[in-house]
């Protein structure tokens, strides 16, 4: 999903910007392998902060999925009782 985002906002820029008149094929190519360079960098860099992560906290990674399913479950439990009540 951040990677969307991330996509999505190159390509609104390049929108903004305009493409040239004379090479827009070249344009858009090299666009589109700068975004995947991007991406391909941010995923670089979290699988480079999870794998130093698993060996330092391999316990809490274990259980952060569970908290957050929890909070998330809890947090639309709340909304949608808000909602009914009110």
């Known amino acids: 999903m951040v990677l969307d985002f991330y996509t999505g906002l190159g390509l609104r820029g390049l929108a903004e910007i305009g493409l040239p008149e004379n090479s827009q094929l070249l ?3 090299l666009f589109n ?3 995947e360079v991007g991406q ?3 995923i670089a860099v979290v ?3 999870l794998a130093i992560a698993r060996v330092r ?3 809490v990674l ?3 999925p569970l908290f957050l399913t ?3 479950a809890s947090y639309w439990f709340i909304e949608r009782s808000w909602q009914i009540l009110m």
């Open 47 to 49: 699988l480079g902060f």
């Open 62 to 64: 274990y259980q952060l």
């Open 70 to 72: 929890g909070g998330v």
């Open 27 to 29: 344009a858009l190519f």
């Open 40 to 42: 391909l960098s941010i």
């Open 57 to 59: 906290y391999q316990q």
């Open 33 to 35: 392998v700068g975004i």
